[in-house]
């Protein structure tokens, strides 16, 4: 762990984002915390006691690694859920773990069979269907062998799930597309239900489709980006604020990003400031050197772009973005010393560092910078 750089996350954002998803979609639905990609880069050892302190009761993830690692940090029970990537001893321990899947072939079906009947106990599937994303999914001849196999093993199997995922409801443009999915959906389930099985949660929304399409809410949301306070898509949070009377965002970012200053050089008018010919002081200027680089996700991309605060002042980086360092341009402040807070994320006095104007600048997702932020920073809870 590297202890001068720290990604701060606020408990009172967390309960703030989890109330107001609750208030929006009612008690009837479940919030399934989507925590993949180390809880969207905010840590899935801090973040989950927290979420689960605050009622959330069910977690998705991608990786079994990660299911683990969630199982491992939930203080009391609580359901878990692989959306992605097992291997097949993985399927026997999740069994045994009581860990939900996704089946979205009849191989991980009839995996699920054979390690269920050998341990005696029941695998709890999701079975995912194909509607038209064309990602992952069994299509509808698959789907009918899915249920002949579930009907003959049904003392192995929970159905738990019946669910798809939508191919971007953040946009507008493809409400034409997700409009046929749905129908699809509601086709297979019929064909579900025609056959006597009755799954316990039907599920394909994501953030986006819960706001925007609210009959997508169904008996379980998987939401990610908005339990951390962000909203999938600028479209999303227009269409949200004009249905309201007031023009308040309802979400609260978690997490901050502060490291500290670790030199303090002058540099004279005509040198070169760092690696190569990118930046040329055009001036006598101060500079402040901070340890913190590509290596922890800060973004090559934000070289002589990038903004943070020192002092409640904006300053800008300068030159490329170092594996551990960059360099900041400080001739405008009175004074900076070795170890003053560097704020990367985050507010400061009146000033603010949002990861949009990260991804302004970078053109990469608000989920892409928080994905990439380095497990090796160490994460903290701020009450
Ligand atoms: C990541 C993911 C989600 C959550 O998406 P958000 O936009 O972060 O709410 C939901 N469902 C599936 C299948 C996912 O992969």
């Known amino acids: 762990m590297i202890d001068n750089t720290i990604i701060s996350l606020s408990e009172k954002s967390i309960q703030n984002n989890i109330s107001f998803l609750r208030s929006k979609l009612g008690d009837q639905v479940k919030i399934s915390a989507v925590v993949k990609a180390n809880a969207y880069g905010h840590g899935i050892e801090q973040i989950v006691p927290v979420f689960q302190k605050y009622g959330i009761e069910h977690y998705s993830v991608f990786y079994y690694s990660e299911a683990i690692r969630v199982y491992n940090s939930l203080p009391k029970p609580a359901s878990i859920m692989v959306m992605g990537w097992l291997n097949e001893k993985d399927i026997k321990d999740a069994i045994e773990k009581n860990i939900e899947f996704f089946v979205f072939n009849i191989e991980r079906l009839e995996s699920a069979v054979k390690f269920a009947t050998e341990l005696g106990l029941k695998a709890k599937i999701h079975l995912e269907i194909e509607t038209g994303m064309n990602r992952s999914g069994l299509n509808g001849p698959e789907l009918n062998a899915a249920i002949a196999i579930i009907k003959e093993n049904i003392e192995h199997l929970e159905l738990t799930g019946f669910c798809t995922h939508l191919a971007g409801a953040e946009s507008v443009s493809n409400h034409f597309r997700i409009q046929n999915q749905l129908q ?74 502060q490291s500290q200053v670790m030199a303090v050089k002058e540099i004279k008018r005509g040198e070169f400031i760092g690696y190569g010919i990118s930046y040329l002081a055009q001036s006598n200027i101060k500079t402040a050197l901070v340890p913190v680089g590509y290596s922890f996700g800060y973004s090559r991309s934000l070289s002589n772009k990038g903004r943070v605060i020192i002092r409640g002042h904006q300053c800008s980086v300068i030159g490329v973005v170092n594996m551990n360092m960059i360099i900041i341009d400080v001739t405008h402040l009175k004074t900076v010393e070795v170890g003053d807070k560097v704020v990367l994320i985050g507010k400061q006095g009146k000033s603010e560092i949002k990861v949009s104007a990260f991804s302004e600048i970078s053109d990469e997702l608000n989920y892409e910078i928080l994905a990439h932020l380095s497990e090796s920073i160490t994460r903290k809870i701020i009450k």
């Open 184 to 257: 699809k959906y509601q086709e297979m389930a019929t064909e579900l239900e025609a056959n006597d099985l009755k799954p316990k949660y039907k599920h394909v929304a994501n953030s986006a489709a819960s706001i925007v399409y609210p009959e997508t809410r169904m008996d379980m949301v998987r939401v990610g980006i908005m339990l951390y306070g962000f909203w999938s898509s600028t479209e999303v949070f227009v269409q949200y604020i004009n249905s309201q009377d007031d023009m308040v965002d309802p979400l609260k970012r978690i997490l901050g990003w």
